[in-house]
Nanobody, 112 residues
Framework: EVQLVESGGGLVQPGGSLTLSCAAS????????MTWVRQAPGKGLEWVSG????????NYANSVRGRFTISRDNAKNTLYLQMNNLKAEDTAVYYC?????RGQGTQVTVSS
């Protein structure tokens, strides 16, 4: 059974940083394209970033490019999202996603 467990969210001030993690199990993580998506209050899911199975190719939404960095550790079956210079509009529940599967999410709140 595919399991994705996100962690690392929290409350941070504008301009601050957070690193999200996603522990994956139940599938061959090292061969899977992985993504991060988010859902802000009252809005639909927004794609944030994606990374190829080996980590060599990364993609970002325009809204986060230059501030967020996606990475993975295939030896640990873990996906990461380093988020810097956070803004109020980054407030959302963040999910890691493999194909159509996603975890329970982790809340990120950016507020002073």
């Amino acid at each position: 059974e595919v399991q994705l467990v996100e962690s690392g969210g929290g409350l941070v001030q504008p301009g601050g940083s957070l690193t999200l993690s996603c522990a994956a199990s139940g599938f061959t993580f090292s061969t899977a394209y992985m993504t991060w998506v988010r859902q802000a209050p009252g809005k639909g899911l927004e794609w944030v970033s994606g990374i190829s199975s080996g980590g060599a190719v990364t993609n970002y939404a325009n809204s986060v490019r230059g501030r967020f960095t996606i990475s993975r550790d295939n030896a640990k079956n873990t996906l990461y999202l380093q988020m810097n210079n956070l803004k109020a509009e980054d407030t959302a529940v963040y999910y890691c996603k493999m194909a159509e599967k996603r975890g329970q999410g982790t809340q990120v709140t950016v507020s002073s």
